[in-house]
């Protein structure tokens, strides 16, 4: 199982949601009082935790949402080629690739570097340098 659900008006800046089947990150929760007989809207900007495209979410705040599981592993980088990376997990020794991070934290990758990886909806995503 790779998603859970909880309600819309529980989560807050930082947390994870699932938008258009995409994980994302929320970046900004405001919440709305309607009239006499709605129900208060939640406004969600979240940004897309493999796309990094900026998503938007306007629902009641009672709603339930997808919420991704997020799986936080420890690997070990054993080549880099183009933008790939091939990982050894730490734990059960399996060999994977995974895509190559952006930024300043590609330029630090390198052969025998530990990382922390994330497993989000059955996608991988380096995290961190340890």
């Avoid at 790779?2 to 938008?19: D, K, M, P």
């Avoid at 994302?24 to 935790?49: D, M």
């Avoid at 599981?69 to 690739?97: C, H, P, W, Y």
């Avoid at 025998?112 to 994330?118: A, I, L, M, Q, R």
Wanted: net charge neutral; with cysteine; proline share 4%.
């Amino acid at each position: 199982m790779s998603t859970t659900y909880a309600e819309l008006g529980e989560l807050r800046e930082g947390s994870f949601v699932v938008i258009d089947g995409e994980p994302c990150r929320i970046v900004e929760v405001s919440k709305a009082k309607t009239g006499k007989h709605g129900s208060a809207k939640a406004h969600v900007v979240a940004i897309g935790l493999f796309s990094g495209s900026k998503k938007t979410l306007i629902a009641p705040v009672d709603q339930k949402v997808e919420v991704p599981i997020i799986d936080k592993r420890s690997a070990q980088v054993l080549a880099i080629s183009g933008n790939t990376v091939q990982l050894m997990d730490l734990e059960s020794f399996e060999t994977f690739e995974a895509e190559l991070p952006s930024g300043e934290l590609s330029s630090k990758l390198a052969p025998g570097v530990e990382v922390e990886y994330w497993v989000i909806m059955g996608r991988r995503k380096i995290v961190r340098i340890k």
